[in-house]
């Protein structure tokens, strides 16, 4: 006897029992379809039935050849309380994406399901749904729109369809004309999918008859009699506990008929395969997100798969739905200590993300590790960070591939502005910097035959020696007119004499200064008054020339070319340059410094360097790397302006003959930036928060800019 059911079967098993037909479809291809268009890597599965599991096994099959897939795979026994188990996928891992595949064998169990994730705060960003029913539309989602969260699912009857329309206006009539739109019977008859497939299922089993009839039109007069079913051997009924079990006479003839008979029912063609599956069915794939209601975004069939409607913009908007462990194409460009080649293992190549090395390289790591997703590095074709070309209107490097597509996001020393923020989407800074100028390390001055006279000041020379003279021309008067300093002399005419002659004044004067003594000593008050404020005078200025002559012996003293930028513009003989391609060179326009005027810098100063750097070609580069060296080339005749962190790292490196002047000329911050619109940069700015919270930001800088450094703790500090 044929067995015809339109609930949801055990595929697995219809091998062993020959006689059934399934009318539901089985979409588990289906879903396996949407799952690998979509890129998702780790999947929930929740299911509550056997059959679902079944299912699973089936998903298994399908996705064995692709390993980057992992499930957790959760049952619910109850399905009006799984609030533990929907807690325990909110809160047991750090993926800020999380995609669930719902499985449950009943519309009712959908409803319990789907009124309480909401209860436990899962219908938020960064959740998405992709629901295994067929009646996706009738299910309530009232509570998902507003949370950002992506809902997807299947639709199996289609409104549109001739059968459909048909049972339509026999419903309408039944209401004897109080309804008469079909938008209207569309809302007062909504047509629930296990209803439509019973009616499927009945119209089957009438085709079926109504073949087996065409052949012979009696053939059913001694089947069915008063009610009953008789077989062969015109016994009442069809024992089914008997060893073995008599088949009904016509069981066979039927199932054929119902099988090869494929009428239009109202779930589409009712075509069946030998295992009594539906073959040659579709279905329509619906999605919800925020504020957007429920969207047709594409449709599934036997014979060709999933697409996307509105191909290919429609295809490339859900292309970009990143979800989790995602493949993200990352840019990068080759600039130090960002992104650096890495040496090769024993001589054996390096592939992939495994050629390089640097501060992207980890921050890369990290951000996937706070995401939970995969990324690709690619250098960027034209080794530039991005600027808008004026013939054309069109971006180059980093900016320009993100905005054609070519990529999801780039990591490097790339600065946030408000002209770049217009074309693609910023992530907070993981790294504040500033203009800065580096120059040619000054060359340590050389001792000289005056370098005695440095601890002290010219002014401070010149006034010990006035007061040097002062002090010994007042000894000499004072002595000269005291009556004290005059004594019996045999060998001077008048038998008197004097030891304080101009010349012996000077000489104990010169004695003094020395801390050396001499011969003659004032006896009168008013010249060891004089004596003893010289004597405390030299005993001072020794003392601090002691001092300072130590200090300037250890230190060493180098030669100041340039503080500012002012001194920058005004030297003769220095010249100065920055990247061709960023934004040092726009730094400098005046309208970027009016606010500036109360520092060092200038609105002159930086337009007249403008102006310079842009009538003179030839100080401009490429790169930063490339001004660097120029820099280590020209012998402290140049100069160069750009990022203080490339500074930074290029004076910690050998042959460490290079610093930094001054402090840097701005404040701003190298940010990560992404396609406009897409999802990463909500998640990517959540990661560099915790990031920075967390110290590994901090830890990142320390390992590349000053643990790797070569030239000691004292490398680059500022000429000040």
């Not at 790339?414 to 923020?421: D, G, S």
């Not at 180098?558 to 503080?563: D, L, N």
Request: with cysteine; aromatic share 10%; glycine share 8%.
């Amino acid at each position: 006897m044929p067995f015809v059911t339109s609930s949801r079967g055990a595929p697995s098993a219809l091998n062993a029992f020959s006689y059934e037909i399934h009318v539901r479809p089985d979409n588990t291809a289906a879903i396996v379809d949407i799952i690998k268009h979509f890129g998702w890597r780790h999947i929930y599965y929740l299911y509550d039935s056997d059959d679902g599991l079944m299912r699973l096994q089936q998903i298994f099959r399908a996705l064995s050849n692709n390993s980057l897939i992992w499930f957790s795979v959760i049952r619910f026994r109850d399905v009006t309380r799984v609030h533990d188990e929907l807690r325990s996928i909110d809160n047991g891992t750090t993926r800020s994406v999380k995609t669930v595949v719902l499985d449950l064998s009943t519309d009712l169990a959908y409803q319990q399901v789907l009124k309480q994730i909401p209860e436990v705060g899962m219908n938020k960003f960064g959740y998405n749904y992709l629901l295994a029913s067929l009646d996706f539309k009738r299910l309530n989602l009232s509570r998902f729109r507003h949370g950002g969260v992506n809902v997807t699912g299947f639709q199996l009857l289609d409104e549109q369809q001739a059968p459909f329309k048909d049972l339509r206006r026999t419903l309408i009539a039944m209401r004897a004309g109080k309804v008469q739109d079909d938008m209207e019977a569309r809302d007062v008859y909504p047509l629930p999918v296990g209803a439509a497939l019973t009616l499927d299922a009945l119209n089957l089993i009438e085709k079926g008859i109504m073949g087996v009839m065409e052949e012979d039109p009696d053939v059913f007069r001694w089947i069915f009699r008063r009610g009953d079913v008789y077989n062969y051997n015109r016994t009442r009924g069809v024992p089914c506990t008997t060893r073995p079990p008599i088949p009904w006479m016509l069981g066979a003839k039927l199932l054929s008929k119902m099988k090869l008979k494929s009428p239009q029912g109202l779930s589409g063609d009712l075509a069946f395969s030998e295992d009594g599956l539906r073959k040659n069915f579709s279905l329509r794939v619906y999605s919800m997100a925020l504020d957007k209601g429920v969207k047709k975004i594409g449709t599934w069939s036997t014979s060709g798969g999933f697409r996307c409607v509105d191909a290919p913009e429609e295809e490339t908007r859900w292309s970009r739905r990143r979800q989790d462990n995602a493949v993200n194409r990352t840019k990068i460009i080759n600039s130090q200590p960002f992104l650096m080649y890495k040496e090769k293992d024993d001589g054996h190549p390096l592939t992939g993300n495994n050629r390089f090395e640097g501060y992207a390289m980890d921050l890369a790591w990290g951000l996937a590790t706070e995401i939970g997703f995969d990324f690709l590095f690619k250098l960027v074709h034209d080794n530039k960070y991005g600027a808008r070309e004026p013939k054309n209107n069109t971006w180059n490097g980093m900016i320009g591939e993100l905005i054609n597509g070519k990529a999801d996001l780039a990591i490097a020393g790339l600065t946030i502005t408000a002209e770049r923020e217009r074309y693609v989407d910023f992530s907070k800074p993981f790294m504040d910097i500033g203009v800065s100028i580096i120059i040619k390390k000054p060359q340590h001055q050389r001792p000289g035959v005056f370098s005695f006279m440095e601890p002290l000041s010219i002014e401070i020379w010149v006034c010990i020696t006035i007061a040097y003279i002062v002090v010994s021309v007042a000894l000499f008067v004072v002595s000269r007119f005291s009556p004290v300093e005059w004594k019996k002399d045999p060998h001077k005419s008048g038998g008197y004499g004097n030891d304080f002659s101009l010349l012996n004044s000077f000489w104990f004067s010169m004695g003094a200064l020395m801390f050396q003594g001499s011969d003659s000593c004032p006896r009168s008050v008013s010249g060891r008054i004089i004596g003893g404020a010289w004597w405390f005078f030299v005993l001072i200025i020794i003392s601090s020339y002691t001092a300072n002559l130590a200090a300037f012996l250890t230190m060493k003293r180098m030669v100041k070319p340039i503080e500012s930028v002012d001194d920058l513009v005004n030297h003769p003989t220095i010249k100065y340059g920055a990247p061709s391609s960023g934004t040092t060179l726009q730094f400098f326009k005046g309208r970027w410094l009016l606010g500036y005027s109360c520092r060092i810098l200038t609105y002159l100063s930086t337009k007249q360097m403008y102006e310079y750097m842009i009538s003179h070609p030839e100080v401009l580069t490429e790169t930063s790397d490339e001004g660097i060296e120029r820099v280590k080339n020209m012998k402290g005749k140049y100069a160069f302006l750009t990022d203080s962190s490339a500074i930074d790292f290029a004076n910690n490196r050998e042959p460490c003959d290079t610093t930094t002047a001054g402090s840097p000329l701005n404040s701003k911050g190298f940010g990560i930036p992404t396609p406009r619109g897409s999802e990463l940069r909500d998640q990517i700015t959540l990661a560099v928060l915790r990031l920075k919270e967390g110290g590994t930001l901090h830890t990142l800088h320390q390992r590349w800019w000053i643990e790797k450094g070569q030239c000691g703790g004292d490398a680059g500090v500022p000429v000040q």
